[in-house]
């Protein structure tokens, strides 16, 4: 068996497949970086179907899936046609280095990937199935159902809404794939393996900008040219860096310490709770090799949160996530700000104004910030994306 899981823990046998047990139950605004570990516990949370063996997320819908067609709604599997989802991921070309032409985006099976791929460039995008019976409901999987719960205020997602972020890289050395966790990709007779070198967590919560982490590989790839089998770290140490990087500073008051010599470790708290989950050999194999590099619940605490893969981009790697994504919006005239990163503290009211010459943009409405919420189509031009309108207010 791969390094995959030689343990299934924590899970009930129901149809064929593996639910997992466990949820976060700390309150994420006492101790938001226990939170975060323990929803990486959850969305990592091992299944199975048949011989095939995965973690929770990854039987989770893309968006790709999920706003596939304007007309009809997306068609949530039930707990007996659950699988481990084909792997496919989703290019954001970023010309100029911070902003994404929505109708630019595309998704591709992970055998098109060159060798040359960059590594942030290799990512994909999973809605759990709350998230996804919510869109069904609300119909906002096309802009017409969304501007409608936008303007009238009630695009408000259910607090177990979950979605993750995870950027891959190809991995050619097996030793190095050991202390990853990896995903093969069949490209003829050739079988690739990619490993994950980051992972975005972000969930509802019951808070009004949602809950948001994010997780990376040890030690972190180089910000600048990290290809996708050039440049990867060699993991497996039990040490944590002093330092994410000099751009991305670590901020996990739960999961890691200082040890007499300033080497920073993970706490006896994080093994226990890993252990406790039943996911001491994944622990021991895999995730001990991640780290938490930040949280965030509201513009104002830990103002600036950043990846330095999904984030490489951004100028000294200054980002925040909630930020950014409180322009995920929808205008009157069915038009979207641009995915502007690099942007830290409050939201301005300015973004959400007109900001044409002729009154052809429309009032912006906000989205909850979901960004996925921008690849859906309209109902009257079911091929064409909303198009995208920056907004220089800042």
């Known amino acids: 068996m791969s390094n995959r899981w030689q343990l299934l823990a924590f899970t009930l046998m129901i149809g064929g497949w593996c639910v997992p047990q466990t949820q976060p139950s700390t ?39 999920v706003f596939a067609n304007p007309n009809v709604a997306p068609e949530l599997p039930s707990s007996t046609g659950k699988e481990i989802r084909p792997f496919r991921l989703m290019q954001t070309r970023i010309p100029g280095g911070s902003n994404v032409d929505v109708a630019k985006i ?28 919510f869109i069904i409901k609300k119909k906002l999987y096309n802009t017409e159902g969304q501007l409608l719960a ?47 070198i980051s992972l975005h967590i972000t969930r509802k919560a019951g808070l009004a900008s949602w809950f948001w982490a994010t997780f990376e590989h040890l030690p972190p790839p180089k910000t600048q040219g990290h ?14 860096l002093d330092q994410c990087s000099a751009s991305f500073p670590c901020q996990d008051s739960f999961g890691s310490k200082k040890d007499q010599k300033g080497t920073l470790l993970p706490t006896d708290d994080l093994v226990t709770l890993f252990e406790n989950r039943g996911l001491k050999q994944q622990w021991n194999q895999i995730w001990r090799n991640y780290i938490l590099v930040g949280t965030q619940i509201d513009f104002t605490q830990r103002p600036v949160l950043g990846n330095s893969i999904l984030e490489n981009q951004f100028k000294d790697g200054r980002s925040s996530c909630i930020t950014c994504h409180s322009r995920a919006t929808i205008s009157d005239k ?7 990163g690099g942007l830290t503290g409050a939201q301005q009211a300015c973004w959400f104004q007109d900001n044409s010459n002729d009154n052809t943009n429309g009032l912006f409405h906000q989205t909850d910030f979901v960004w996925s919420l921008m690849l859906a189509k309209s109902t009257a031009a079911p091929t064409r994306r909303a198009k995208v309108v920056p907004n220089p207010c800042r």
């Open 150 to 196: 936008a303007s009238q205020g009630s695009l408000n997602f259910p607090s177990d809404s979950v979605e993750v972020k995870a950027a891959w890289a190809r991995i050619d050395d097996p030793d190095l794939a050991k202390s990853y966790f990896t995903r093969t990709c069949h490209k003829g007779a050739e079988t690739q393996t990619f490993g994950l």
């Open 106 to 133: 595309t998704f591709m099976h992970c055998s098109e990937l060159s060798k040359e791929t960059a590594a942030g460039d290799a990512k994909e995008v999973r809605l759990n199935d709350a998230t996804v019976k």
């Open 227 to 240: 290809t996708a089998t050039g440049d990867l770290p060699r993991g497996g140490a039990p040490e944590m």
């Open 334 to 340: 069915g038009k979207r700000l641009n995915y502007q």
């Open 27 to 65: 309150d994420p605004k006492v101790n938001p970086d226990r939170f975060a570990w323990e929803e990486f516990i959850s969305v990592n949370q091992p299944v199975q179907f048949g011989k095939k063996d995965g973690v929770l997320w990854e039987t989770w819908m893309s968006p790709e899936e």
